[in-house]
């Protein structure tokens, strides 16, 4: 009997700097850095938006039951 494949959980990269086909300076990962950090604060501002429109997560919820009805057929 074959044993199930389980994949592979990936890892939080945080920071990491993106592959390239340069050395990449100290500068240039602390810019990175710093991006990630004003597009993190970005998303958690947005969720907070989010979550206070009671209408809006309304539909959140019944688009989220939909597609996890959805994933239960095609997961059969």
């Known amino acids: 009997m074959a044993k199930k494949s389980k994949?592979?959980?990936?890892?939080?990269?945080?920071a990491e700097p993106v592959s390239t086909a340069y050395k990449q300076t100290?500068?240039?990962i602390e810019?990175?850095?710093?991006?990630?950090a004003e597009d993190g604060l970005r998303?958690?501002?947005r969720a907070e938006e989010i979550k206070e429109d009671?209408?809006?997560?309304g539909d959140i919820k019944a688009l989220a039951q939909?597609?996890?009805?959805?994933l239960k057929k095609f997961c059969k």
């Open 26 to 28: 100290k500068e240039d």
């Open 43 to 45: 998303a958690i501002q």
């Open 54 to 57: 009671r209408r809006l997560m």
């Open 66 to 70: 939909e597609q996890v009805s959805n």
């Open 31 to 36: 810019r990175q850095r710093r991006y990630a």
């Open 7 to 14: 994949l592979p959980v990936a890892k939080y990269s945080g």
